[in-house]
């Protein structure tokens, strides 16, 4: 099966790629979306080849102006008619002061996730808690919400825990966590400025379980580009191989994918070590599993659909259990 990831769908003012992202050619608001119909348009042609779409978050930028859900609906309709189409919370559907998001901006223009909630549906308990685990084929996903506290202590860092010692690995050996923010790993340049590489208190929090329940890849869009890093292990990388990877991989692969449409983000000058592949573009990941040992990850470029950067993954289901670095309780042979 296959998986298509993306997220937020607008534009880069300078490009003279498209003008406006209306389907309808009618003027845009904010004019902030124009690269998103190359995305759309590729996901459209590539309609037979996969079977579930996430986008994760920040889906329209409406920001309050509801006919933009409307254009944005309708623009995507022909995917999310026909495959499950799942979202995730970005800060321009919930974020709003005073208004219980975990990030105090005004992002979502008073929406506070009521219309991304409302329109689509996503298996979470409560859909104001934007966090939902689910399985598909061979894949186990748990989809955090980078909107509410997802710090340890929080309700959201113990349902994250449970999702991903939940995981059946015989069934699901593809262990996927997802989140609009990057809680883990990009050289995007004002993350880099801050100093951090990721929005403060990601991998604080976070990294130990993604760690201990041996996560393959970790997705993050809010970067508006496409970046992957090396398999981490307490910000290590772990493995020198870069693009087939067999037997235990030893860390989490990290993954920007950012690049549905919205203007695009630059990147830092810095050399970042653990980065493999950076593209400053639009574009999308597809995932495909073959079988329960063998996965093919490939970005594409928006603007033309092919394949700019990819690598397999060849395993067994001892290769997940093994026990890497300190992820195994230390033992001794007395009794
Ligand atoms: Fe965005
Ligand atoms: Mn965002």
């Known amino acids: 099966m296959t998986v298509t990831w993306t997220s937020g769908y607008n534009?880069?003012?300078?490009?003279?790629?498209?003008?406006?992202?209306?389907?309808?050619?009618?003027?845009e608001y904010a004019n902030y979306q124009p690269g998103s119909l190359i995305t759309t348009d590729q996901l459209i042609k590539d309609l037979d080849n996969y079977d579930i779409?996430?986008?994760?978050?920040?889906?329209?930028?409406a920001n309050g102006f509801l006919s933009q859900w409307d254009q944005f609906t309708s623009q995507v309709e022909p995917i999310s008619s026909v495959k499950p189409y799942m979202i995730a919370s970005g800060n321009h559907e919930?974020?709003?002061?005073?208004?219980?998001?975990?990030?105090?901006?005004?992002?979502?223009?008073?929406?506070?996730?009521?219309?991304?909630?409302?329109?689509?549906?996503?298996?979470?308990?409560?859909?104001?808690?934007?966090?939902?685990?689910t399985d598909y084929g061979m894949f186990h996903?748990?989809?955090?919400?980078?909107?509410?506290?997802?710090?340890?202590?929080?309700?959201?860092?113990?349902?994250?825990?449970?999702?991903?010692?939940?995981?059946?690995?015989?069934?699901?050996?593809?262990?996927?966590?997802?989140?609009?923010?990057?809680l883990g790993y990009s050289s995007n340049d004002w993350l880099a400025n801050e100093g951090a590489f990721e929005e403060p208190m990601g991998r604080a929090h976070l990294q130990?379980?993604?760690?201990k329940y041996k996560v393959d890849i970790a997705f993050f869009g809010h970067v508006h580009n496409y970046e992957r890093t090396c398999?981490?292990?307490q910000n290590q990388c772990v493995n020198s191989e870069i693009s087939h990877y067999s037997g235990t991989v030893n860390g989490t692969i990290h993954v920007v994918v950012g690049g549905g449409g919205?203007?695009?983000?630059?990147?830092?000058?810095?050399?970042?070590?653990?980065?493999?592949?950076?593209?400053?573009?639009?574009g999308f990941v597809k995932l495909t599993a073959f079988n329960h040992s063998s996965l093919l990850f490939e970005?594409?470029?928006?603007?033309?659909?092919?394949?700019y950067d990819n690598f397999t993954i060849s395993r067994d289901y001892k290769d997940v259990l093994a026990c890497v670095h300190d992820g195994c309780e230390a033992t001794t042979l007395a009794t």
């Open 11 to 27: 534009i880069d003012e300078a490009t003279p790629l498209v003008e406006w992202a209306e389907r309808d050619g009618s003027n």
């Open 53 to 61: 779409v996430f986008h994760i978050g920040d889906l329209p930028y």
């Open 94 to 133: 919930r974020d709003y002061p005073n208004s219980g998001s975990f990030y105090n901006t005004p992002d979502s223009g008073g929406e506070c996730g009521v219309p991304a909630e409302t329109m689509y549906y996503v298996p979470a308990e409560n859909r104001a808690k934007f966090w939902y685990s």
């Open 141 to 182: 996903f748990c989809i955090a919400d980078s909107e509410h506290d997802w710090r340890e202590g929080s309700e959201q860092y113990a349902w994250i825990e449970k999702c991903l010692a939940s995981v059946d690995r015989q069934k699901q050996p593809w262990l996927i966590f997802s989140a609009h923010r990057v």
């Open 208 to 211: 130990k379980l993604w760690q």
């Open 231 to 233: 398999p981490i292990y």
């Open 262 to 282: 919205s203007h695009l983000s630059d990147f830092t000058t810095i050399n970042t070590f653990w980065s493999l592949y950076k593209d400053r573009d639009w």
């Open 299 to 307: 970005y594409k470029k928006s603007s033309d659909g092919e394949v």
